[in-house]
């Protein structure tokens, strides 16, 4: 593709639009210029990031959260509508300033990254990385400031979590008044603060002190799957299996180790045992599988 079809794939702005359950529009490059955006994520993914931010390849949602283990003071607060608050004149000047691109190329790649030449499109890949880059100055400084405090910082895409003595309520209003200086704002309903010994939600995840948890929505979604598979007859019992082990398998990812899961290790590994025979083409009876959940009281 020359320069002239990319300038002229700019003014298009090729997405794919449509509203998911939660209500939020969903804006996704598609065709060539998905292409584009993939292309332009790859060589935007070679520039090192802060430690504190866990939004990124190689780390997950669970490392986010573990990072604030303990018995410390922790609050959480996160960016408003992040990608359409990160405008086209936000994504131009780090172009042009951060990386030092000709003004012409720097207004060309803003068309491209940017829906409608707006803000970043709330369904492209690039959009984390971007959304973080052109606020850099904005981390930066909540990140000397927390450090300031004796605190840990993370930032996971617009969830930002400190923990520590100084994690008080007045050190929270302080990072949202960051993070108004910058032109954004905060939610208050997830603006919140929890004392030492509380559970403490961050990212999915519950912090228990020294542990990870599973949140309820979590229990209630695996228990769900169980039920499935219970009910299910035939090949609809594979796909319920599949959507179970998926459940278990991100608990896991949380909880670590079998012996530390919620629900009884042995169902567990009954459970898994039987995925795998399905997967060799070796079906339970359904009196068989019944009698593994009513085993455990399922």
Same mark, same amino acid.
């Given at each position: 593709?020359?320069?002239?079809?990319?300038?002229?794939?700019?003014?298009?702005?090729?997405?794919?639009? /449509?509203?998911?359950?939660?209500?939020?529009?969903?804006?996704?490059? &598609?065709?060539?210029?998905?292409?584009?955006?993939?292309?332009?994520?790859?060589?935007?993914?070679?520039?090192?990031?802060?430690? +504190?931010?866990?939004?990124?390849?190689? *780390? %997950?949602?669970?490392?986010?959260?573990?990072?604030?283990?303990?018995?410390?003071?922790?609050?959480?607060?996160?960016?408003? #509508?992040?990608?359409?608050?990160?405008?086209?004149?936000?994504?131009?000047?780090?172009? *042009?300033?951060?990386?030092?691109?000709? $003004?012409?190329?720097?207004? &060309?790649?803003?068309?491209?990254?940017?829906?409608?030449? !707006?803000?970043?499109? =709330?369904?492209? %890949?690039?959009?984390?990385?971007?959304?973080?880059?052109? %606020?850099?100055?904005?981390?930066?400084?909540?990140?000397?400031?927390?450090?300031?405090?004796?605190?840990?910082?993370?930032? +996971?895409?617009?969830?930002?979590? &400190?923990?520590?003595?100084?994690?008080?309520? =007045?050190?929270? %209003?302080?990072?949202?008044?960051?993070?108004?200086?910058?032109?954004?704002?905060?939610?208050?309903? #997830?603006?919140?603060?929890?004392?030492?010994?509380?559970?403490?939600? &961050?990212?999915?995840?519950?912090?228990?002190?020294? $542990?990870?948890?599973?949140?309820?929505?979590?229990? *209630?979604?695996? /228990?769900?799957?169980?039920?499935?598979?219970?009910?299910?007859?035939?090949?609809?019992?594979?796909?319920?299996?599949? #959507?179970?082990?998926?459940?278990?398998?991100?608990?896991?990812?949380?909880?670590?180790?079998?012996? *530390?899961?919620?629900?009884?290790?042995?169902?567990?590994?009954?459970? @898994?045992?039987?995925?795998? @025979?399905?997967?060799?083409? !070796?079906?339970?009876?359904?009196?068989?599988?019944?009698?593994?959940?009513?085993? +455990?009281?399922?």
């Amino acid at each position: 593709m020359d320069w002239p079809q990319i300038c002229a794939l700019a003014s298009a702005g090729i997405y794919r639009v /449509w509203t998911n359950p939660s209500g939020r529009e969903i804006q996704e490059p &598609v065709a060539e210029l998905k292409r584009l955006h993939l292309r332009i994520g790859d060589l935007l993914a070679k520039i090192e990031l802060p430690e +504190y931010v866990y939004s990124q390849k190689g *780390r %997950s949602y669970v490392d986010n959260a573990r990072q604030h283990l303990g018995h410390t003071p922790l609050f959480k607060t996160d960016i408003q #509508k992040f990608y359409p608050s990160t405008t086209r004149k936000m994504v131009f000047a780090m172009f *042009r300033d951060d990386f030092e691109c000709a $003004e012409d190329v720097a207004s &060309v790649l803003a068309d491209l990254c940017c829906y409608e030449q !707006k803000h970043l499109p =709330t369904g492209s %890949s690039i959009s984390g990385r971007i959304a973080f880059l052109a %606020s850099k100055r904005m981390f930066n400084a909540i990140a000397t400031l927390a450090k300031g405090k004796g605190c840990k910082l993370s930032v +996971y895409v617009d969830d930002i979590t &400190v923990s520590g003595q100084g994690a008080t309520r =007045t050190l929270m %209003s302080e990072v949202r008044g960051i993070i108004r200086q910058h032109g954004f704002k905060t939610r208050e309903a #997830k603006s919140k603060s929890f004392p030492a010994s509380s559970a403490k939600p &961050v990212t999915g995840v519950v912090i228990s002190g020294n $542990e990870l948890a599973l949140p309820n929505l979590r229990h *209630r979604k695996i /228990w769900d799957a169980k039920k499935a598979v219970r009910a299910a007859q035939g090949a609809d019992r594979k796909a319920a299996a599949r #959507k179970l082990q998926g459940r278990i398998e991100e608990a896991k990812q949380i909880l670590g180790p079998l012996q *530390r899961y919620p629900l009884a290790c042995p169902q567990i590994l009954e459970i @898994e045992a039987g995925l795998l @025979e399905a997967d060799a083409g !070796k079906f339970a009876s359904n009196d068989e599988v019944n009698a593994v959940f009513a085993k +455990y009281g399922a």
